[in-house]
């Protein structure tokens, strides 16, 4: 009896600690997860996110700062660096506030093709907020981003 | 009065010919920042990458700056950017990564002439709420009217109150290697 329990108190060890060892070896390898599958918490326009920063940006930051969100607006331009990173800018068209969308590496190629004044719908992170300190206008940043479909 | 008149058109020329006008100013809102603090005894590379750097450069007067938020350096590890954002430059707190300067040999580049000119920048760079003076060189590569920036330095996580704990002492350096590269068009 005694030799059972200490058996089965062995093997429940062994399983804890199989269970520990594999979550941290995935916790230290874990990728991050692709938009495409993740469920934004907004949905909002890019008239609509511009607006609210602009009258309060702490409480929108707070509101969607390291949360997926969805944006539908229209594309301002799109900025491709030597390397083929792209940036697809959108907002309305005389307005120097704009939603930068720094797309994942997976869109570069689709983000690339993209028509100025086109109507876009994409997700993103938002990882932040530059008001226009420097007179360049101000920018909600989004990274990660995707792209769910464009109007032409 | 025709004096008046006089020292009046005097000190409206001053004041046009000093003051900046738009067209002195170059900036970019996607520059790129890579930052590198592994240490050779690490199995895996510690460090991440932007593209949403803004940097704003007025050829006139050498004024040069650079602003990052910290939560768009992306990291090839999620665990690794959720500790950098949460323990490490506490991206909550301290949204931003900054810097404001000088070209010091400002007059010694030739922004009308394509070439590739060494730049010596000294400013105060913020991060992590701590200021500190820096010093370095770049570049600045003027081209077809377009001017590139760049530029590699190295800053101490601790010169920023940058703890790295013991247990990752191994993998994570003391010093980063940060490299600036910024495609600069006029600000129309």
Do not use: W
């Not at chain 1, 969100?69 to 229209?74: A, C, L, W």
């Not at chain 1, 792209?86 to 907002?91: A, C, E, F, S, Y």
């Not at chain 2, 003027?142 to 940058?162: E, P, Q, R």
Request: charged share 25%; proline share 2%.
């Amino acid at each position: 009896m005694k030799k059972n329990r200490i058996l089965k108190t062995v093997i429940a060890l062994i399983i804890v600690l199989s269970a520990a060892g594999y979550y941290a070896y995935y916790e230290f390898n874990r990728k991050n997860e692709a938009l495409e599958n993740i469920q934004p918490a907004y949905s909002v326009s890019a008239v609509e996110a511009t607006d609210e920063f602009s009258k309060n940006s702490t409480a929108a930051l707070k509101k969607y700062v390291d949360k997926v969100i969805e944006v539908e607006g229209q594309v301002k331009n799109v900025e491709t660096t030597e390397k083929g990173d792209v940036t697809i800018v959108v907002g309305e068209e005389n307005n120097m506030s704009s939603l930068r969308f720094s797309m994942d590496s997976t869109e570069t190629k689709k983000a690339s093709l993209i028509k100025i004044k086109s109507t876009l719908h994409l997700k993103g992170i938002c990882t932040g907020y530059n008001a226009d300190e420097m007179g360049l206008g101000a920018d909600i940043l989004f990274s990660r981003s995707v792209i769910i479909d464009n109007k032409k | 009065m025709r004096y008046l008149k006089f020292f009046l058109l005097a000190g409206l020329l001053n004041i046009m010919l000093n003051v900046s006008s738009a067209q002195d100013r170059y900036f970019t809102k996607s520059g790129k920042v890579q930052f590198d603090a592994t240490t050779p005894s690490s199995p895996e590379k510690v460090g991440a990458t932007t593209n949403a750097l803004i940097c704003v450069v007025d050829i006139k007067t050498g004024l040069i700056q650079f602003s990052i938020v910290m939560k768009s350096f992306e990291f090839k590890n999620a665990l690794m950017q959720e500790h950098f954002n949460e323990n490490y430059v506490e991206s909550n707190k301290f949204p931003k990564a900054e810097f404001k300067g000088n070209i010091l040999n400002n007059t010694e580049i030739n922004y009308s002439k394509d070439g590739s000119y060494k730049a010596r920048v000294k400013g105060q760079l913020s991060i992590h709420g701590v200021s500190k003076e820096v010093e370095t060189e770049g570049y600045m590569i003027v081209k077809g009217g377009k001017i590139n920036a760049n530029a590699t330095f190295t800053a101490g996580l601790k010169d920023y109150d940058i703890a790295v704990p013991g247990l990752v002492a191994d993998k994570v350096a003391n010093y980063a290697k940060i490299s600036l590269d910024c495609s600069l068009e006029p600000l129309k």
